[in-house]
């Protein structure tokens, strides 16, 4: 078996909504820093729990533990500031399980007119958007700046 920090993961393009292919077609696949930041907007932009190739119906603590609750818990009937911590804890959930990854840390959240710190800096979004900003910490001896990522209220 390959050595961790030798594994690749395939790059995918989030806008065009496909996997990213070379000039004789094959999927492209990337690794350190690169590997990390993909598999995080991945992680985020998919909703946990409702693709069956996520799932693993063989071992209960390994299924669908691929993908991120935010957009549920965006829908949820919770107070702004609830909801808000409960997207940071979530968040940091669907990154920590990722072997490349050893922490989440500096994850700010970013909603107009949310409370207190929430909501500072936050006027350039609609009404219905949260942008997240984190660090996350790597086995690569590196760490990956993830800023203004957009998740929307659906």
């Not at 030798?6 to 004789?24: I, N, S, Y």
Request: charged share 30%.
């Amino acid at each position: 078996m390959a050595d961790i920090t030798e594994q690749k993961t395939p790059l995918f393009d989030l806008e065009a909504g496909e996997f990213v292919m070379d000039a004789r077609n094959r999927v492209v696949c990337v690794t350190g820093g690169e590997g990390v930041l993909m598999i995080a907007m991945k992680a985020l932009k998919t909703v946990r729990g409702i693709f069956l190739i996520y799932a693993d119906l063989d071992d209960e603590e390994l299924d669908h533990v691929y993908g991120s609750d935010v957009e549920l818990i965006m829908q949820e009937d919770l107070t702004e500031e609830a909801r808000l911590s409960e997207m940071e804890r979530a968040i940091s959930e669907s990154l920590i399980y990722d072997p490349w990854v050893t922490d989440v840390t500096n994850l700010v959240l970013k909603r107009r007119g949310g409370p207190g710190q929430y909501g500072e800096n936050a006027d350039h979004l609609a009404p219905d958007e949260v942008e997240i900003s984190m660090t996350i910490k790597t086995i690569f001896d590196q760490d990956v700046q993830l800023e203004g990522v957009i998740m929307e209220y659906v």
